[in-house]
């Protein structure tokens, strides 16, 4: 079946960086867009960031652009993404979602304090 595994979360400091990673399983990955999204305590759930299949067209929420970038490794059926100068209204819970099948990933916790 399919399966959206995230991983790389984690504690970082103000103004670090951190790379998350979607390990996808049970399709086609390279025919498919993938995005992140992420969801805040007390708040909605909000896309981050998507890609399209062949990394042709790559789009991010407006607040994130220039820190956030988006990846993908058709290869190894990963699904990355950077996050640089890191600040604590960063810290959420990051999801891998797969927008064709609507399916999501188990989530992983950033936690940005100092």
């Known amino acids: 079946q399919v399966q959206l595994v995230e991983s790389g979360g984690g504690l970082v400091q103000p103004g670090g960086s951190l790379r998350l990673s979607c390990a996808a399983s049970g399709f086609t990955f390279s025919s498919y867009a993938m995005s992140w999204y992420r969801q805040a305590p007390g708040k909605e759930r909000e896309l981050v960031a998507f890609?399209?299949?062949?990394?042709?067209?790559?789009d991010y929420a407006d607040s994130l652009k220039g820190r956030f970038t988006i990846s993908r490794d058709n290869l190894k059926n990963t699904v990355y993404l950077q996050m640089n100068r890191l600040k604590p209204e960063d810290t959420a819970v990051y999801y891998c979602?797969?927008?064709?099948?609507?399916?999501w990933g188990q989530g992983t916790l950033v936690t940005v304090s100092s």
């Open positions: 890609i399209t299949s062949a990394s042709s067209s790559r």
């Open positions: 979602f797969l927008p064709g099948r609507k399916v």
